[in-house]
């Protein structure tokens, strides 16, 4: 899969987060929107975020859901690299691991 995610980091605005990836499943396009909240510093040094919003799946089967996710910025102490753990809840839950890097 290959997509894209866009994050507003603005001051004095609710952390809000949108994005989209293209893969070669029946359902060829997930979208999804949430909020992004810190938590904690890993280590003292590897920020760690809670997400959560609505995502969709579209395509062949298209579904629409809920997701909460765990996010770990600075991930293997490369700044723009990071994990994100979490949960997709559509028809039934499923657990998805992904790594991005920030542009």
Do not use: C, H
Request: no cysteine.
């Amino acid at each position: 899969a290959l997509g894209i995610v866009m994050e507003n980091n603005a001051p004095n605005y609710e952390p809000l987060r949108f994005g989209f990836e293209a893969n070669t499943s029946n359902t060829p396009v997930v979208a999804f929107i949430g909020g992004k909240w810190f938590l904690s510093n890993v280590d003292s040094k590897y920020p760690m975020f809670m997400s959560a919003g609505l995502i969709g799946n579209f395509g062949n089967n298209s579904n629409v859901g809920v997701f909460i996710s765990l996010i770990f910025q600075r991930f293997l102490d490369i700044k723009p690299l990071f994990l994100e753990v979490g949960v997709d809840a559509m028809n039934s839950g499923s657990v998805q691991v992904q790594a991005g890097y920030y542009f």
